[in-house]
DNA sequence: TTGTATGCGTTATCAT
DNA sequence: ATGATAACGCATACAA
């Protein structure tokens, strides 16, 4: 034995079985091989507890099975909730996913695709804030929530649907005059469509809005200003906001009850992703859900599809509305997707 | 030119540099070279946009740089706090994390297992619920929660001291009559400690209490009839309850309110684990904060030290407790921890 | 059908 | 100090 301690090899099993070392190889691989030295091999690999090394089959394949993610966080339950799907879409396709956490650091998120590269990963999926990001064409590239150029598809939610629905939830629920907050990157990125198919709805259905946007790193206060702005006696001349996340959400609520607003009942509130409590108990607002499941599978599937033919460069999967609690609502309207 | 469109290698470098082979590996590994032939290896792999193949380095070193993280999934927020910062650490150490989602199955667990071992990884955390695991000597294991058995190391939070520390606040706050609510697996898991510390907290300080303890898969029904069971004329008898988990204390409030009871006014409830909204907002009930960027420090700490010799069979790191709305607390307990 | 030999990209051990 | 060459574990084209 050449080898001391270490895993055994195919060479191994193939002196143990007393077979040569192809035939060790075809048996690994299900090809076609006599019956008794099928036995011989198998005997042999169960005996050594062998497993194949998958870095020399990458090696000989230049395939690795492996996809890298490129994602700020697990922390943040949409984040989380994402890289769980797509975990399960690709081990569900014997895909490996390789973990990068950006914390949306551009110079991370470039130095990761450097890493991905070196570990020839078989495709990056990306959600990434960084619009100088340099993506070679040599490697299968989906982006999620940006696009990033023709040749790159993109993955999102049907955002401008979604901040439509909004509006016309709010109609229906009896709004007279809403609001829309927002808060996030400068960046021309898919979520930002929310806010203009939210003035569509509102223009849709004639009911006035107003917007107050500001951008990541600004003070919050700057919506409380807003509200005390529109307060006569006590009263908020507003009576619905959506939100352009759960995130917002969450604290625009406890910002109106502070103001002694009660929630659903003098404003109501939508938010936007589907965030529930503990992943899978209750929405924490009412809200716009994202399909996370359906947008994992479709990046996976875009991204390992081997014909380069048809790469769409925008998918939109389309949103749903899920009532939380921050909304006047009909009790039938629960919802128990995941 | 052997290739056509894949990755430029070792050879091609040296072959546009007009230098050996050996000198190109040398340069890439920054051992001394002379300065000449240094920039020129530099300079063709600038032009050629080369990158070392780590799978190729993997195979020659029997080393992989990477480490698998079996966890049940991303979603729930406790794991994909835990992810997030096992990611970080291990990202700190130039190592990689293969993420393997097991959603809690043990037959998916143990073939995960014999992925990661396929993978050559250098070692494996794991969080898992298979009592019956099997993992061979041959690599390295960390495991989060429960112990394994001497030779492999757990690593968790001090959770009796977190169960104490739930039962001396709640004394401290003035509560006569605690109780325990519980909800989990009966496997003999660390996290089973809080319900020992808990009556050994009330012990200490005098404090009368009961338990409530169901299993997985059981009805929280059974919740709702013990505090019936213990009312009287619309008061609880009880003032204090522990949960085992943040979930669980989530559930418990939503079900004291919906009995008339007011938190924390009427009953005081204290969660465990210090789940926050969004991953970084507030804390979502008053908690025993599980001490999780240590906890991945540790994990990742443990399972790469080449000293084999100093294995401790069980670390505990200490935990700490926050105010989340659910107690009666003074404002400047505020905690703005990670 | 089975065995043999070569190459994948890298590192390390040799001579030079 | 540099260049040639073997070896890592596996797959495969080719010879037997």
Sequence with gaps: MKRDNSAPTMKDVAREAGVALGTVSKVVNGIPVGESYRIRVEEAIKKLNYQVNSYAQGLKANKTYTVALLIPNTREPFFGLLAYHINLALLKRKYRLLLLSTDSDMAQEQEYITMAKQNKVDGIIGLTYNPDLVVEEGIPFVSIDRS?????????????????????????????????????????????????????????????????????????????????????????????????????????????????????????????????????????????????????EMCVELLLQESMSAKPPLVCLPVTYAYGGTTLESPEEEDKGE
Excluded: W
Aim: charged share 25%.
């Design 148 to 296: 990033m150029g023709a040749k790159i598809p993109c993955v999102a939610s049907d955002n401008f649907a979604g901040g439509q629905l909004a509006a016309e939830k709010l109609a229906d629920l009896g709004c007279k005059k809403v609001a829309f907050f927002r808060v996030g990157s400068v960046l021309n990125n898919e979520p930002n469509k929310r806010k203009a198919g939210f003035e569509n709805g509102c223009l849709s259905r004639s009911l006035p809005y107003e917007m107050k946007i500001i951008n990541t790193g600004e003070s919050y206060d700057e919506f409380e200003r807003f509200l005390l702005d529109h307060m006569r006696d006590g009263k908020l001349e507003i009576d619905g906001v959506f939100c352009v996340t759960d995130g917002l959400a969450y604290f625009t609520c406890k910002l109106l009850r502070r103001l002694g607003l009660r929630v659903p009942e003098d404003v109501q509130v939508i938010g936007f992703d589907g965030i529930r409590y503990f992943g899978n108990a209750d929405y924490i607002c009412s809200t716009i859900v994202q399909p996370v499941p359906d947008l994992a």
